[in-house]
Structure formats: structure tokens, C-alpha cells
């Protein structure tokens, strides 16, 4: 039972990573790329949510690859943090989810700290280079 339970923490970890990165590559390039619905509008680059777009996009693919996962997940979750406190809390006048619609934006940054304290588990770049520190210099 041991064993299973491993596999399926470890299909369970990197499957969670891979979908949360898709999910939030998609409203990255929304903003950057215009894709997913955005009729083709993009933000200007330089505009608070043109760097959230960057950091969503850039940061949202390097997550589902499992690419320098932890440091990235945990700017991620600062992201939304900061996107929870700034955008939903502060302007709604109400720190909870359900009255200032932050609930997306709370859930991803526990999600990410997730991630960050996790690492990328055993299906990514990550994971792979560990593997490959720890083989024998024979194999490497």
C-alpha cells in the first residue's frame, strides 16, 4: 500500500503543477498574446497588467516544464498575493473572497506556496536534473 500511495502522490504532485501552469499560462497570454478570447487585445507591456501577463505566461510554462520550479512558485504566489490584496481586497473594501471576488487569485497563491515548498516533482526539469546530480558520474 506504501508504493501505491507514493505513485499516486507523485502522479497527484506533478499532475497538479502541470495543470496549474497550463491554467495560468492561458491568462497570461490572454493578456500578452490576446489568445483564449481576448478578440486579439494585448496590454502594454509596461502597464501593471502587462507584467502580470509576463509573469503569468513566462512564469506559468516554466512551472508546467518544472523549471527552476520552487523560486518561481513562490514569485507566483507573491503575484497573486499582491493581485489579491491590490486588486480584489483593497478595491472592494473587503478582505473576504466571496465579497470581493479574490478567490481565483487566493487560491493561487496557496497553490503556488504549495508548489514552492514541494518543488517540481519527480516528471520535471527539476526533478530530472536531482536525478541526474545524484547518478554516477558513469552515467551522467
Known sequence: MKTLNGRFQAVAHNG????????FFTHGAQKLFGWFGQGG???DLLSRFGIAGVLETFGGLLIVLGLCTRPVA???AGQMTVAYFW???AQNDSL???ANRGELAALYAWVFFAIAALGGG???VDGWLNARKGAPAAER
Open 74 to 76: 513562490f514569485v507566483l
Open 41 to 43: 487585445r494585448t496590454l
Open 96 to 98: 473576504w473572497w466571496w
Open 122 to 124: 519527480s516528471f520535471s
Open 16 to 23: 497538479m503543477r502541470i495543470a496549474v501552469g497550463l491554467m
Open 87 to 89: 486588486m480584489h481586497a
